[in-house]
């Protein structure tokens, strides 16, 4: 049990490690497995002293092989354990890519419900922090697509800690992109308020004439942008999505039909990404509430660029500032 | 070294000749088959006859009590196994089911490593291990669900510790892997065994497996069966090192055995079983056995491979082997052989009944199971799928679609 417990401020990445830690105390199934995380606490050190802690045989160093990661996280879980694995960055989860669209999104379906699969993958993702190739990337989209999963993505220090509780006790595989820019980032954490459900949609500021909807690492980007557009006299509305798969359309209508205008902003390519399935089920679900075309703000269809080139390919204030612009203009 | 086996190191490629390239691969190909076999852990031959020798002694202790029964037990199993395939083989033809992978040379391999598992061992399949599932005592109609097309499974894998069969080429021996994994760390004395076939042992994960069951001590067997093929590319193509060698490089014992030879299967895989249970870790077992059949329903083998070949591996059928063996030994009478054939023939049946009694799922199917907590998009996409469905009622209800036959 935690100690009678008030608020904390927190950065992000400690908030998921104060939730790790919580899961392992709290039930003996669950077990943390991945590359590094054992001594060295992960490479961003979001399992720090897990494994003093609670020891080698609970927080498990791996060999450097991903689809082994998830693939015996998958007979770890048929055992009836429940493993939270960590892909050291973005761009290596591939080798473990066919044992989580093959594998681990499907054996509950196949099984007829008789087997779960309770694991959680937790993908360091995104840019902006200068790193080499396939460092930096946004793959969610590749997931989404992916029936049986759940993907998300939490934007701030409290919904780190709390989603990551969530997704650990969800009987379905939960892919867990953490916003790696924002990991030291600080924030509010309060281990005894229970939030909302994992899939629920936030608004994270009130507002009226467009709506910006976002996740993870571009909802403080988007607040940004409100701030700078309330100087000019607009009032946006932001919505932070924190989940991708399953998505909450209810709560982007119900803001969309207010602010009539939309613009989607992430870091992922904008070609086939989760925008476009927003523009899509927005538009068909508010034709006739809607004063401009949805807009999206996001990634070129190109390699993500060297990191002195990263601020040009990511959505920046500007970038977010010209698509919130060119839907007033309708 | 010999000339030959230098020959297979080093395929040479003289210049310009593209002719001589495919006298050197057939070479090579004669050469890994005719060095594997003096490797092979033997216990009865192909005529029937017990094999006492220093290689397989110390496996042969594993059957030493074996009793006439259980050596009938064996006998039908592999019979009724034989059967059932033939019959799903029959179906597929009459278009019952969608395809079928047969067993039909290796119920040896399946029957003799699947009587070796105690009942809280649990088993990781391939799409091709119908005997090992009837050692496990799955109902053999449910193993034609998927092959017929209505559920992608058809039995519930805790029931019998014995998981769905696996399409992707490989991947469950890393399920087998991390199930182990967690066997020791509950402290139980069960095993693992994971099947999987020569060309699967060129996949990543089966590699990762090993490294990961190496690297942990676990408690798993991989078993794999070497029929010699892996649809139209042989063993070859795969590798350039017996199989059962490869374990070596992990850490862990390997070793090969006669596949068409049941008693040796047995033997060798209960060894290997209880160095799971006593903490010794993982082994690898090859049952080196041939496919007599085609890969599946679907391939065509007479494009690639000889008459010749299968015909050289009949004169070893498995079941061929321990009926001489039984008959010589005078375990048997003409009534066992006779009823037998009267079970075989029953078991035909009721799987033929079965099979066309089979209903289609439900359409609404389609959307169970997905998620085990739910998901909004399923719902959604639910809803208007059932919406769609209904209109068909309206239309025919106010006969605009009368006789459309949907419903
Ligand atoms: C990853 C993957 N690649 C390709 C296939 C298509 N395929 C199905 S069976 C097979 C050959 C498998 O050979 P082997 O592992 O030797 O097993 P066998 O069927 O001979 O028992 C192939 C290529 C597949 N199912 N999965």
Same mark, same amino acid.
């Given at each position: 049990?935690?100690?009678?417990?008030?608020?904390?401020?927190?950065?992000?990445?400690?908030?998921?490690?104060?939730?790790?830690?919580?899961?392992?105390?709290?039930?003996?199934?669950?077990?943390?497995?991945?590359?590094?995380?054992?001594?060295?606490?992960?490479?961003?050190?979001?399992?720090?002293?897990?494994?003093?802690?609670?020891?080698?045989?609970?927080?498990?160093?791996?060999?450097?092989?991903?689809?082994?990661?998830v693939?015996?996280a998958i007979?770890?879980a048929?055992?009836?354990?429940r493993?939270v694995v960590?892909i050291?960055?973005d761009?290596?989860v591939f080798?473990a890519y066919d044992q989580i669209v093959t594998q681990l999104a499907k054996m509950h379906a196949r099984s007829l419900g008789k087997v779960k699969l309770p694991v959680v993958v937790r993908i360091?993702y995104g840019?902006?922090?200068?790193?080499?190739?396939?460092?930096?990337e946004s793959p969610e989209a590749l997931f989404a697509h992916v029936s049986g999963l759940k993907i998300v993505s939490p934007s701030n220090?409290?919904d780190a800690?709390w989603m990551m509780q969530q997704a650990i006790q969800s009987d379905d595989p939960v892919i867990f992109f953490e916003p790696?820019?924002?990991?030291?980032?600080?924030?509010?954490?309060?281990?005894?308020?229970i939030p909302g459900p994992l899939h629920r949609a936030q608004v994270v500021?009130?507002?009226?004439?467009?709506t910006l909807v976002a996740y993870g690492p571009m909802v403080?980007?988007c607040?940004?942008?409100?701030?700078?557009?309330?100087?000019?006299?607009?009032?946006?509305e932001i919505l932070d999505l924190r989940s991708v798969s399953p998505l909450d359309f209810d709560a982007i209508q119900t803001s969309v039909e207010k602010t009539r205008r939309l613009v989607v902003v992430h870091e992922a390519p904008v070609f086939f990404g989760s925008g476009a399935e927003i523009a899509a089920r927005i538009t068909e679900r508010c034709f006739y509430h809607l004063?401009?075309p949805v807009l999206r703000v996001g990634g070129?269809?190109?390699?993500?660029?060297?990191?002195?080139?990263?601020?040009?390919?990511?959505?920046?204030?500007?970038?977010?500032?010209?698509?919130?612009?060119?839907?007033?203009?309708? | 070294?010999?000339?030959?086996?230098?020959?297979?190191?080093?395929?040479?490629?003289?210049?310009?000749?593209?002719?001589?390239?495919? #006298?050197?691969? *057939?070479?090579?190909?004669? &050469?890994? /088959?005719?060095? +594997? !076999?003096?490797?092979?852990? =033997?216990?009865?031959?192909?005529?029937?006859?017990?094999?006492?020798?220093?290689?397989?002694?110390?496996?042969?202790?594993?059957?030493?009590?074996?009793?006439?029964?259980?050596?009938? #037990?064996?006998? *039908?199993?592999?019979?009724? &196994?034989? /059967?059932?395939? +033939? !019959?799903?083989?029959?179906? =597929?033809?009459?278009?019952?089911?969608?395809?079928?992978?047969?067993?039909?040379?290796?119920?040896?391999?399946?029957?003799?490593?699947?009587?070796?598992?105690?009942?809280?061992?649990?088993?990781?399949?391939?799409?091709?291990?119908?005997?090992?599932?009837?050692?496990?005592?799955?109902?053999?109609?449910?193993?034609?669900?998927?092959?017929?097309g209505v559920n992608n499974g058809?039995?519930?894998?805790?029931?019998?510790?014995?998981?769905l069969?696996?399409?992707v080429?490989?991947?469950?021996?890393?399920?087998?892997?991390?199930?182990?994994?967690?066997?020791?760390?509950?402290?139980?004395?069960?095993?693992?065994?994971?099947?999987?076939?020569?060309?699967?042992?060129?996949?990543?994960?089966?590699?990762?497996?090993?490294?990961?069951?190496?690297?942990?001590?676990?408690?798993?067997?991989?078993?794999?069966?070497?029929?010699?093929?892996?649809?139209?590319?042989?063993?070859?193509?795969?590798?350039?090192?017996?199989?059962?060698?490869?374990?070596?490089?992990?850490?862990?014992?390997?070793?090969?055995?006669?596949?068409?030879?049941?008693?040796?299967?047995?033997?060798?895989?209960?060894?290997?079983?209880?160095?799971?249970?006593?903490?010794?870790?993982?082994?690898?077992?090859?049952?080196?056995?041939?496919?007599?059949?085609?890969?599946?329903?679907?391939?065509?083998?007479?494009?690639?491979?000889?008459?010749?070949?299968?015909?050289?591996?009949?004169?070893?059928?498995?079941?061929?082997?321990?009926?001489?063996?039984?008959?010589?030994?005078?375990?048997?009478?003409?009534?066992?052989?006779?009823?037998?054939?009267?079970?075989?023939?029953?078991?035909?049946?009721?799987?033929?009944?079965?099979?066309?009694?089979?209903?289609?799922p439900d359409r609404f199917a389609i959307f169970e199971h997905v998620y085990a907590d739910g998901h909004a998009l399923v719902d959604e996409e639910r809803a208007q799928f059932a919406a769609y469905q209904a209109s068909f009622a309206?239309?025919?209800?106010?006969?605009?679609?009368?006789?459309?036959?949907?419903?």
């Open positions: 049990m935690a100690e009678t417990v008030t608020s904390k401020n927190l950065a992000l990445a400690k908030a998921i490690n104060e939730s790790l830690r919580r899961a392992l105390e709290e039930d003996p199934k669950v077990l943390i497995m991945g590359e590094d995380v054992g001594k060295l606490g992960g490479v961003f050190r979001v399992t720090d002293g897990l494994q003093k802690d609670f020891g080698e045989s609970r927080v498990i160093d791996t060999p450097l092989a991903e689809s082994g990661i693939g015996t007979g770890l048929l055992r009836g354990y493993p960590e050291q960055f761009g290596f080798p360091p840019g902006g922090i200068g790193a080499v190739e396939h460092h930096s220090a409290s800690y790696k820019r924002r990991y030291w980032d600080k924030g509010e954490v309060n281990p005894e308020a500021r009130e507002g009226t004439d467009l403080k980007l607040q940004e942008v409100a701030a700078a557009a309330a100087e000019e006299g607009k009032n946006l004063e401009a070129y269809h190109a390699p993500y660029p060297p990191a002195r080139l990263e601020e040009e390919y990511l959505p920046g204030l500007d970038r977010v500032l010209d698509a919130v612009d060119r839907a007033l203009a309708y | 070294m010999t000339v030959e086996s230098t020959a297979a190191r080093k395929p040479r490629r003289s210049a310009g000749s593209k002719a001589g390239t495919t #006298g050197t691969e *057939r070479t090579t190909r004669t &050469t890994a /088959r005719k060095a +594997a !076999e003096p490797e092979l852990v =033997q216990l009865l031959t192909p005529e029937g006859k017990r094999v006492k020798n220093a290689k397989n002694a110390e496996y042969a202790k594993y059957v030493a009590g074996i009793t006439p029964e259980e050596l009938r #037990g064996l006998y *039908r199993d592999m019979v009724l &196994t034989r /059967r059932f395939d +033939a !019959e799903a083989t029959a179906l =597929q033809r009459q278009g019952e089911l969608g395809l079928w992978a047969s067993l039909l040379g290796q119920e040896a391999a399946q029957i003799g490593s699947g009587r070796a598992l105690r009942d809280d061992d649990y088993v990781f399949p391939t799409y091709r291990e119908h005997g090992v599932a009837w050692c496990r005592g799955v109902d053999p109609t449910n193993l034609l669900g998927m092959f017929r058809g039995w519930d894998p805790n029931g019998n510790n014995f998981h069969y696996t399409i080429i490989g991947s469950q021996t890393l399920h087998a892997t991390g199930y182990a994994m967690g066997v020791a760390k509950d402290g139980a004395d069960s095993a693992v065994i994971a099947y999987f076939g020569d060309g699967a042992s060129s996949q990543g994960d089966v590699a990762e497996s090993f490294t990961f069951s190496a690297v942990y001590n676990a408690p798993v067997v991989f078993f794999c069966q070497n029929n010699q093929w892996a649809i139209s590319e042989p063993t070859e193509k795969q590798t350039r090192v017996p199989l059962y060698q490869r374990a070596q490089g992990y850490g862990f014992p390997g070793v090969r055995v006669d596949g068409n030879d049941v008693l040796a299967c047995l033997a060798v895989t209960r060894w290997a079983l209880d160095r799971a249970r006593d903490g010794e870790g993982p082994t690898l077992v090859e049952a080196y056995t041939y496919r007599m059949g085609a890969h599946t329903t679907s391939d065509d083998p007479t494009k690639y491979r000889a008459d010749e070949e299968r015909e050289a591996w009949e004169a070893k059928d498995p079941i061929l082997r321990l009926r001489r063996h039984l008959e010589a030994s005078n375990h048997t009478d003409e009534g066992f052989f006779a009823e037998l054939e009267a079970e075989s023939e029953a078991l035909g049946r009721r799987v033929r009944e079965a099979v066309r009694a089979m209903p289609d309206t239309e025919a209800e106010s006969g605009f679609a009368a006789g459309s036959g949907d419903n």
